[in-house]
């Protein structure tokens, strides 16, 4: 079998740890092309896994007609017109997380994927973790009964990453912990109960322990250090409220709060069963039966989810049939990050369907 060509867009750290890897270990993928505006970079990258060919433009490698699949592992601002370009070239594109930056762009992808027949995956990984993928099975099998409610929270201590830099400036990330963290989040929720209509939104956000930048004080810092020149103008902090046709779902979440314990997990509350998932980690599942109450810790051995991404692509490239991250399975989630921003900014509640 004649291995699929890849182009990788962006070389930064989502790249390095995750698709380019993941590309390498795959045996039907070969990298031709590494694609990165800082060319020293690509070219130690292509040294270290023998890729041919490095350009410090995109559009270098569009024309070439062996590359049929591109991972787009760029800034959140540049999403959209890259994987655009890119479909409307004839290739197929995985793109990391979030989609775009908005609604109206992340449709406009799915126009061009749509237009040319391609396939547009989005680099919502944990739809291929082992964990949810068993949650999920309880909750299709009617082991939790009727969810009521879901509760996600994603809060932690002074972790605003790159202070300064491409993730607290809105005009290139669009947003800050909502749409960094958040969206991780919700689409894992909506995967789980097979994205029911959204009815309201309501959302509030503030961005205040990073504003004074100089005196932010931290221990680590993703993506650092801090460049006090740059800006900080997004949100650091979010709450939200939504109702749909199923259950209600509540969200909490922080890159910096002042206490000094993280929270990081998902709470499934169903009228049968509850399930408390550990973000990244193992669930534990709550129930009664006839007057005793369980609290039961499956075990189960565990996939490498970012492989199994990588692998599900390349498989879809190949057969061209839309999987469980396909553009047209993120749809709501971009639609309900647009309505918390939106609530907020007008502060009040954002209907979507009556």
């Not at 290139?172 to 749409?179: E, K, P, R």
């Not at 004074?212 to 650092?224: F, I």
């Not at 020149?229 to 209600?248: A, C, H, K, Q």
């Not at 369980?294 to 990588?310: A, L, W």
Request: charge should be negative; glycine fraction near 10%.
């Amino acid at each position: 079998m004649e291995k699929i060509k890849v182009a990788v867009i962006g070389c930064g750290t989502i790249a390095q740890s995750g698709h380019i890897p993941m590309y390498d270990k795959n045996p039907v993928a070969e990298i031709k092309y590494l694609v990165d505006v800082n060319k020293e970079r690509a070219e130690e990258l292509a040294k270290k896994y023998n890729v041919p060919y490095v350009t410090s433009d995109y559009r270098d490698m569009l024309k070439d007609e062996e590359v049929t699949a591109v991972s787009i592992c760029t800034p959140n601002s540049s999403h959209a017109h890259i994987a655009i370009d890119c479909l409307d070239a004839g290739k197929n594109v995985l793109c990391e997380k979030p989609a775009a930056v908005n609604f109206e762009q992340v449709l406009q992808m799915k126009e061009a994927a749509d237009r040319n027949g391609k396939i547009l995956n989005i680099g919502v990984v944990n739809r291929y973790s082992t964990a949810v993928n068993k949650i999920k099975e309880f909750i299709d099998r009617g082991e939790l009964g009727k969810i009521c409610h879901i509760y996600c929270s994603f809060r932690a201590h002074r972790s605003i990453p790159g202070l300064g830099g491409q993730f607290t400036t809105k005009a290139i990330s669009g947003g800050g912990v909502l749409i960094d963290w958040g969206v991780h989040y919700l689409d894992l929720v909506f995967y789980c109960i097979r994205s029911p209509e959204i009815l309201t939104v309501s959302g509030g956000i503030s961005g205040e322990l990073g504003k004074d930048m100089k005196n932010y004080s931290y221990l680590g810092m993703w993506a650092g250090p801090p460049n006090y020149n740059g800006t900080f103008d997004v949100e650091d902090l979010v709450s939200g409220y939504i109702r749909t046709r199923g259950p209600s779902i509540s969200l909490n979440g922080a890159w910096a709060q002042n206490i000094g314990e993280a929270a990081t997990f998902i709470e499934f509350l169903g009228d049968k069963a509850g399930i408390k998932l550990q973000y990244g980690g193992d669930f534990k599942i709550y129930t009664a039966d006839k007057g005793v109450l369980y609290e039961i810790t499956p075990s189960f051995q565990k996939r490498d989810m970012f492989y199994d991404e990588i692998d599900d692509f390349l498989k879809s490239v190949a057969e061209g049939k839309k999987t469980r991250s396909n553009i047209d399975n993120v749809l709501t989630v971009a639609q309900v990050m647009d309505a918390l921003y939106k609530s907020a900014e007008l502060g009040r509640e954002v209907v979507l369907h009556e």
